[in-house]
């Protein structure tokens, strides 16, 4: 069943976005605890979607009753099938344009060892456990792009 945030919106500035009501993606991340050490879940995304063929987090519109947290959760498990047991929130990042807005929610995956997990829901066509220090090598979304290469910070949870 689809929600209602489905759907294109333009924000103040004027650009196009995909989500009513903003949209939030997942940053997950797996490993020892530094840069050095962690992993990141990425999705490379399948052709038709808005910026096919790059690599990005899992994530996507929020309903009208949802905050990002749980939107960004909600995404990753139907893209993923990810157990949200196994996921602890640590912060997140906003990325306001103006009547729309971008959430980047961090977490981290509390396993002894990253789960090998395969598209769920047909909006991308690999994931894949990246190192911290090879993102940046891939064809990133511009969105995640710009968070990525601005090394953005999350604000912690309350």
């Known amino acids: ?10 924000c103040d500035a004027g650009h196009r976005h995909w989500g009513r ?15 050095e050490d962690d992993s990141v ?3 490379h995304r399948i052709w038709w979607s808005h910026h096919g063929g790059t690599w990005g987090i ?7 009753g949802e905050t990002a947290r749980e939107a960004a959760l ?14 602890r929130l640590t912060g997140d990042t906003v990325d306001d344009h103006g009547g729309w807005s971008y959430v980047t929610v961090h977490a981290r995956l509390e396993t ?5 997990l395969e598209p769920c829901d ?7 456990w990246t190192p911290v220090a090879d ?17 953005a910070t999350a604000e912690p949870l309350p």
């Open 58 to 64: 899992p994530g996507g519109a929020r309903d009208s």
């Open 135 to 151: 993102v940046g090598d891939l064809e990133l979304h511009p969105g995640f792009g710009a968070f990525w290469g601005g090394q």
């Open 21 to 35: 009501f903003g949209a939030a993606g997942l940053l997950l991340r797996h490993g020892a605890g530094g840069d």
């Open 112 to 116: 002894d060892h990253a789960p090998a």
């Open 41 to 43: 879940l990425l999705a």
């Open 74 to 87: 909600r995404e990753a498990v139907e893209e993923t099938g990810i157990d949200p047991a196994r996921v």
């Open 122 to 128: 047909g909006e991308a066509t690999e994931l894949r």
């Open 1 to 10: 069943m689809r929600g209602d945030g489905d759907g294109w919106v333009v």
